[in-house]
């Protein structure tokens, strides 16, 4: 049988049937195969691959499930299917979901990949009750970032290094409940091997090297891209001499921020701290 070539410019989804085919066709599956176990047919899954007809996000999730693709597919659907995301931020997502290792620092709130959904949607409203974002283009923005989160659990899962101002834990989003459950599952995820929580704390005044949330990734090939971002849009520097030097301010930043020890030890006492003023 004659393999139809896919161009991925042609549509908005041909990307998205080019990866689920090469996804496929590493492990070895066929489309008849992989159809019984997603529960489509052989031809709703070809004409998904050849972008003819757009997947369903229970297609995109059973796929990811079946070909460990760490959630890649279901990325791409969320991209592709709302259009409420900051200009640039998909593309930066899809080196995001490839990269071996992810450098990042916050300011005044919790990173997007370590946050709770409750916690995503209290941020969203807020933007929903200034008038800057409609209910429905900030329900799109949770999904979306939840469906982020799951790069965290592929197979081998990549590095990540979050350096958080205290501002992000000092600061409470969603009440007092929200906050509580996002500093457990904080203190959660800092316990994993794959990854390092540092806290930049107040007491670096003007050493601190960042004004701004910076995110780094070193890719499978090693090269190295910077994401910065402005109210308007988002921007990736690729490789280059300020990614660089973005990095080495970075490396200063991990030395003058609390190890990691001390950084779970004060997000356990804001935590704390918090349960009392409830009780």
């Known amino acids: 049988m004659n393999k139809k070539t896919i161009d991925p410019t042609s549509s908005p989804w041909a990307a998205f049937g080019v990866q689920l085919r090469r ?3 590493a492990v070895g599956l066929t489309q008849v195969q992989l159809a019984k176990k997603v529960g489509c047919t052989a031809s709703h899954l070809s004409y998904v691959e050849l972008a003819h007809r757009p997947p369903s996000l229970q297609l995109a999730e059973l796929a990811d499930q079946e070909l460990r693709t760490g959630g890649t597919l279901v990325l791409m659907y969320w991209q592709l299917k709302h259009t409420a995301l900051l200009e640039g931020f998909p593309e930066y997502t899809n080196y995001e979901a490839r990269a071996d290792q992810i450098k990042l ?3 005044n709130v919790i990173p997007g ?14 933007y929903v009750r200034q008038g800057s974002t409609s209910p429905e283009q900030a329900a ?6 939840i469906a982020r989160q799951q790069i965290l659990d592929r197979t081998p899962p990549p590095f990540l290094h979050a350096v958080l101002d205290e501002s992000c834990l000092s600061r409470i989003i969603g009440g007092r409940e929200v906050m509580l459950d996002q500093l457990t599952h904080l203190e959660a995820f800092a316990r994993r091997p794959n990854v390092v929580i540092q806290v930049a704390p107040y007491s670096l005044g003007e ?3 960042f004004i701004r949330p910076v995110t780094l990734l070193t890719m499978p090939n090693h090269k190295m891209l910077a994401y910065l971002e402005t109210e308007q849009r988002g921007y990736i520097d690729r490789d280059s001499q300020p990614t660089r030097e973005l990095d080495r301010s970075y490396d200063r ?3 003058e921020a609390m190890n990691q020890a001390d950084s779970l030890a004060t997000i356990s006492s804001v935590r704390r701290k918090l349960e009392w003023m409830s009780n």
């Open 113 to 126: 990949l370590l946050q709770t959904r409750a916690y995503a949607a209290a941020i969203e409203a807020g």
């Open 105 to 107: 620092f916050e300011i």
């Open 207 to 209: 050493n601190r090297p």
């Open 253 to 255: 930043l991990v030395v």
């Open 140 to 145: 799109e923005r949770v999904d979306f970032r």
């Open 23 to 25: 996804s496929r066709e």
